[in-house]
């Protein structure tokens, strides 16, 4: 079906704006082609974008190995997931539709609980984190500061520590 069609019949029937359609076109679930939309076949591999270039915070550590600094806000502690970009699910190899779970551990190696990795097939969000929450009130971190996650695709273990934020006037 025509994308103009379909926004004109959501936005008729159900006063749903055509922006909010076109956002949610870029879900893996879906195929745009041509000014088209389809569902996409389950047999149909979605195309993760893995590069990491650009991506803030981010940094590329050994083959199977990267870094990724979340910034502790409101929404961390009180333990909500956050969408990250998209090339974190291409170094994990992770596809839509998945999740991938990674023991959490500390700077001493200590087992602290741990962290998923998923994706909906629906979302148009991209990958996620579930809570992280647990991690920074174990690395005593606050709001400004930053917990770096550094993931081993091989072994599933997120290696978490706290990096201070920059004070007022630094």
Known sequence: MPVTDLAAHLEKVYEVRPGT???????????????????????????????????AGLELLEEDRFSYDVKVDHDVLRGSGRSVPEAIAGLLGLQPGRSLHFIARDVGRSTTGSVVVGWSRTSHMGPY??????????????????????????????????????????
């Open 129 to 170: 984190f579930g809570s992280i929450r647990a991690l920074a009130l174990h690395d005593g971190a606050e709001e400004g500061d930053f917990l770096r996650l550094t993931f081993d695709a091989v072994s599933a273990v997120v290696h978490h520590q706290r990096v201070p934020g920059l004070s007022e006037g630094d």
């Open 21 to 55: 359609l076109n956002a949610y076109t870029a879900a893996p679930a879906f195929v745009v082609q041509d000014g088209n939309i389809r569902a996409r076949a389950r047999s149909e591999q979605y195309e993760v974008d893995a590069n990491p270039i650009g991506v």
